[in-house]
């Protein structure tokens, strides 16, 4: 109830501004206001999405009023309504999602400047021409010959407009609850009535006089690309409004789990049905509306039920409210949708497509849309998006440098490596003398048929007349051979199952989670090693760990040479091989900072690599590991401030959405813990392990369950008080104040997992009960929090 009537007060005098902007009948902007909330959000794919008149759709619409009528225009509103069917029948949703991100912001910056230079004349007081062109000539004219009341009240709207979000305090807390769009048409309003100033205000004609749809009207090509079009904008724009609420939903924690991410295919199906209704009835078109959906999100809409339910509040205004309606001047709602239109033109998309090198896109769709019309511009920007695909793919910049001092060339291969490029290859190629060594870069994602054979060849050669090669960068795993041998039976023969393996150096094909002591490749030659297992060991073999935790047996193989030598080594191969293709991931981070949504908070396990088991990358997850993964209870006596200034940080700062505690199979700190005695010594990992005593005490109360596994009994002992320690872990969390306090505002959920290290199988807490099951994870479920 709260989120409809939220998305109602918006939508109201959006509604009644866009219907203005387009020139069309006042009444339309209502209409499709209701039907969009109740047909749309009845049958569209996307729960929590608000459909209705859009802004991106004014220019489009305005233009079909302005050369076919109104009712040709409600026809075709219901052809393309028929078309989004036909489409969403042939389910080829995501592939509208193939557009260029470019395009897509280009054209709706585009139609946001067409937006607010038509309005800006009515908020001068004035009329808007037909075009762009036509009413920045007409400004200056336009200028000199000011309503001073139009002006004012629109001046009165934009102020409302910019201040009433930013009003500080607990009280502005409280008034930020009324959107701003209300507040700057109903201030605007109030005051134009209360000082009597003359200014054109709604006029809403009888409902019996409402213009419903015709015959449409016209050349058979000019419908058809008029149908093209707004079939293209409706779709594109309620596809990606359905993609930008599942991320807003997600941000919500457990709303995803309720409502489901957006079913686009079905969402398509539902803005067709929306669109042929509105346009029967007399309504402008209707596509997904940010502004309202994002409202509907954060008032804290559970259900389709909030979308629908404004569609009736809709209805009743439409029915019941007329003669308030008739209040609001036209200056004001031109305000209000010029501000919409500034809007279009986000500062973060221009930022974004300049950091992919897709300015010239985004700069050549937005004036083709405000020079010659929405379905041009688009075409433009298609068009110029191709062109600069099929530059950089055949754009490769290769170099050749000689490292004197260390007698090494090297050839740098920026771009995609394809036919093209093979004469300026080879040139570069054998600038390279007989018998050197070489370091061949590729920093590229695609080689062809041709650039490939002619790079092996070359090796070839070159290693057989006693020169080495090193190929590293994206494309160093095609293929190394190490003097003497050949492609075909060498160490550099790529095997398909090699194809994502970065490799380290000539011939190796060590993967990302290679162990050290595993690596076959930059290793001088060594003497032999006993054997030894990887697999874990019972407690009283021999070999077992038996008191301090994670310590390997006295008798285990280490890697070969000084820890420090194999540490060094792998620091080498990242600034090789890794460094060149997260570098500009880190840098995004450095600049923006982190944002993880996670807290991990694990064992010091050398076993448990968080960034392999959660397949995360950077900024992801902010992680925590101490022996044992435990959370000190708070307090004096027993608080550890380590551990409670990083759940703080992370809950208070950083504002991570979910907490993980992990635990994991044959965890050495739990096997000390049962080991334990309560006498002797004591030594710092016993002071710490004394955290994990009210674990021991819960697995031997016999009045609780036990923690197990789904599917099996836990194996034994050390297993039972790794799952209990999991449990009593996240009770701990809860005793944290930062964390009580996010989980009583549903800003936070608490999840368990543990890592069975020699089955590599996570599992995940599942029941809210008092031990709680642990079940497998085997595809894409959401977690669920047993807070």
């Given at each position: 109830m709260s989120a409809s009537i939220a998305v109602f007060l918006i939508a109201l005098p959006l509604s009644l501004g866009i219907a203005l902007a387009t020139g069309?009948?006042?009444?339309?902007?209502?209409?499709?206001?209701?039907?969009?909330?109740?047909?749309?959000?009845?049958?569209?794919?996307?729960?929590?999405?608000?459909?209705?008149?859009?802004?991106?759709?004014?220019?489009?619409?305005?233009?079909?009023?302005?050369?076919?009528?109104?009712?040709?225009?409600?026809?075709?509103?219901?052809?393309?309504?028929?078309?989004?069917?036909?489409?969403?029948?042939?389910?080829?949703?995501?592939?509208?999602?193939?557009v260029s991100p470019a395009i897509v912001h280009g054209m709706l910056a585009g139609i946001g400047v067409t937006i607010a230079v038509a309005q800006l004349h009515i908020v001068l007081g004035g009329t808007p021409q037909s075009s762009v062109l036509a009413n920045l000539r007409a400004l200056p004219a336009q200028l000199a010959g000011l309503a001073p009341a139009a002006v004012s009240v629109s001046v009165l709207t934009l102020t409302l407009l910019l201040l009433w979000p930013r009003i500080p305090g607990r009280v502005g807390r409280l008034l930020r609850k009324v959107p701003a769009a209300l507040v700057a048409v109903t201030g605007a309003s109030a005051v134009a009535a209360l000082t009597g100033l003359?200014?054109?205000?709604?006029?809403?004609?009888?409902?019996?006089?409402?213009?419903?749809?015709?015959?449409?009207?016209?050349?058979?090509?000019?419908?058809?690309?008029?149908?093209?079009?707004?079939?293209?904008?409706?779709s594109v724009q309620s596809l990606l409004g359905a993609v930008a609420v599942d991320k807003m939903a997600a941000a919500r924690p457990g709303l995803t789990a309720r409502v489901g991410r957006s079913n686009l295919d079905r969402e398509l199906l539902g803005q067709g049905a929306a669109n042929i209704v509105s346009g029967t009835l007399g309504g402008l078109p209707v596509a997904g509306v940010a502004v309202?959906?994002?409202?509907?999100?954060?008032?804290?809409?559970?259900?389709?039920?909030?979308?629908?339910?404004?569609?009736?509040?809709?209805?009743?205004?439409?029915?019941?409210?007329?003669?308030?309606?008739?209040?609001?001047?036209?200056?004001?709602?031109?305000?209000?949708?010029?501000?919409?239109?500034?809007?279009?033109?986000?500062?973060?998309?221009?930022?974004?497509?300049?950091?992919?090198?897709?300015?010239?896109?985004?700069?050549?769709?937005?004036?083709?849309?405000?020079?010659?019309?929405?379905?041009?511009?688009?075409?433009?920007?298609?068009?110029?998006?191709?062109?600069?695909?099929?530059?950089?793919?055949?754009?490769?910049?290769?170099?050749?440098?000689?490292?004197?001092?260390?007698?090494?060339?090297?050839?740098?291969?920026?771009?995609?490596?394809?036919?093209?490029?093979?004469?300026?290859?080879?040139?570069?190629?054998?600038?390279?003398?007989?018998?050197?060594?070489?370091?061949?870069?590729?920093?590229?994602?695609?080689?062809?048929?041709?650039?490939?054979?002619?790079?092996?060849?070359?090796?070839?050669?070159?290693?057989?007349?006693?020169?080495?090669?090193?190929?590293?960068?994206?494309?160093?795993?095609?293929?190394?051979?190490?003097p003497g041998e050949t492609p075909a039976t060498g160490a550099g023969t790529t095997h398909p199952a090699d194809a994502d393996a970065p490799p380290t150096a000539a011939g190796c094909r060590c993967r990302p989670w290679t162990p050290w002591r595993n690596h076959q490749c930059e290793r001088p030659p060594s003497a032999p090693q006993s054997e030894t297992s990887d697999a874990p060991q019972a407690p009283g073999t021999p070999g077992a760990t038996t008191g301090a935790p994670d310590t390997p047996s006295p008798g285990a193989a280490r890697a070969d040479g000084p820890s420090g030598h194999e540490l060094a080594r792998g620091i080498s191969a990242f600034q090789r091989h890794t460094a060149p293709l997260v570098r500009g991931e880190l840098a995004r981070l450095a600049r923006e900072g982190q944002q993880p949504s996670q807290l991990f908070l694990t064992c010091a396990d050398s076993r448990l690599v968080t960034s392999m088991i959660t397949s995360s990358g950077p900024g992801d997850l902010f992680v925590v590991r101490n022996v044992g993964n435990?959370?000190?209870?708070?307090?004096?006596?027993?608080?550890?401030?380590?551990?409670?200034?990083?759940?703080?940080?992370?809950?208070?700062?950083?504002?991570?959405?979910?907490?993980?505690?992990?635990?994991?199979?044959?965890?050495?700190?739990?096997?000390?813990?049962?080991?334990?005695?309560?006498?002797?010594?004591?030594?710092?990992?016993?002071?710490?392990?004394?955290?994990?005593?009210?674990?021991l005490e819960r697995m031997a109360d016999d009045g609780r369950p036990w923690a197990r596994l789904a599917g099996r009994a836990p194996a034994d002992a050390v297993e039972q008080l790794c799952l209990t320690n999991v449990v009593q872990q996240l009770e701990h969390l809860r005793a944290h104040e930062s964390v009580a306090r996010a989980l009583h505002r549903r800003e936070l959920e608490l999840h368990g997992m543990y890592f069975h290290v020699g089955e590599a199988q996570a599992y995940l807490l599942t029941e809210a009960s008092d031990a709680g099951v642990f079940d497998h994870v085997t595809g894409a479920e959401e977690l669920r929090s047993p807070a």
């Open positions: 069309a009948p006042l009444q339309a902007g209502l209409v499709a206001a209701a039907v969009g909330g109740l047909v749309a959000g009845r049958l569209g794919g996307s729960a929590l999405q608000v459909s209705g008149p859009a802004a991106g759709l004014t220019v489009v619409t305005a233009d079909l009023i302005h050369r076919y009528g109104w009712r040709t225009t409600c026809a075709i509103t219901v052809l393309a309504g028929l078309a989004q069917l036909g489409l969403g029948c042939l389910r080829v949703a995501r592939t509208a999602l193939a003359s200014v054109p205000k709604v006029d809403l004609p009888s409902w019996s006089s409402h213009a419903l749809a015709g015959l449409p009207e016209g050349p058979v090509l000019g419908i058809a690309a008029a149908v093209l079009t707004t079939t293209l904008v409706c309202r959906s994002s409202a509907n999100v954060h008032a804290g809409a559970v259900s389709r039920n909030s979308t629908m339910l404004h569609g009736v509040l809709v209805v009743i205004a439409a029915l019941l409210m007329v003669p308030v309606l008739e209040f609001i001047p036209l200056a004001s709602l031109a305000a209000l949708v010029m501000a919409v239109g500034i809007q279009m033109v986000s500062l973060h998309h221009i930022r974004t497509v300049t950091r992919h090198r897709e300015v010239l896109v985004y700069a050549v769709t937005t004036l083709g849309v405000v020079a010659l019309g929405v379905l041009e511009g688009v075409t433009l920007g298609i068009a110029v998006a191709v062109a600069v695909a099929l530059h950089r793919l055949t754009r490769t910049r290769i170099t050749h440098e000689h490292d004197e001092q260390e007698g090494v060339h090297h050839v740098h291969v920026r771009g995609q490596l394809t036919f093209l490029a093979v004469p300026r290859l080879s040139r570069a190629l054998h600038l390279v003398p007989h018998g050197a060594h070489v370091v061949v870069e590729l920093d590229g994602s695609f080689m062809d048929h041709a650039a490939f054979e002619a790079l092996q060849d070359w090796q070839n050669t070159h290693t057989a007349q006693g020169g080495t090669v090193e190929l590293t960068g994206r494309r160093a795993g095609i293929t190394i051979a190490e435990l959370v000190p209870l708070p307090g004096e006596e027993s608080g550890d401030d380590s551990v409670a200034a990083a759940i703080e940080y992370a809950v208070d700062v950083l504002k991570v959405r979910s907490i993980t505690v992990c635990g994991h199979s044959g965890c050495g700190a739990m096997q000390a813990l049962l080991n334990s005695d309560p006498g002797g010594v004591q030594t710092p990992l016993k002071r710490w392990l004394r955290h994990g005593l009210p674990s």
